[in-house]
Nanobody, 121 residues
């Protein structure tokens, strides 16, 4: 099993920055690609950025150049980060960490509980 716990959300003014973190525990050797998703009130959950186990990244168009995803494959855990700069009110959402894990030949999509980011003056 894999567990994901996000942190780092909060209230920030437009133009400000936040860094989200996600700590993975459990069967971390099974983790492949990871990503950040967000869900704004009344909207569907959408992909913000993703990163493969090899470090290749992909971003949603509206965050390209402002957000940076990274991961640290440490010995006993995996950390996923999202550096968010030049934040806009439309970035307000609950941000979720996601990981794909392969366990006993089955692929699982694992989600954290989310962390709220509010961009407002």
């Amino acid at each position: 099993q894999v567990q994901l716990v996000e942190s780092g959300g909060g209230l920030v003014q437009p133009g400000g920055s936040l860094r989200l973190s996600c700590a993975a525990s459990g069967s971390i050797s099974s983790i492949g690609a990871m990503g950040w998703y967000r869900q704004a009130p009344g909207k569907q959950r959408e992909l913000v950025a993703k990163i493969t186990s090899g470090g290749s990244t992909n971003y949603e168009d509206s965050v390209t150049g402002r957000f940076t995803i990274s991961r640290d494959n440490a010995k006993n855990t995996v950390y996923l980060y999202l550096q968010m700069n030049s934040l806009k009110p439309e970035d307000t959402a609950v941000y979720y960490c996601n990981a794909f894990a392969v366990l006993r030949a089955q692929v699982y999509s694992v989600w954290g509980k989310g962390t709220l980011v509010t961009v407002s003056s």
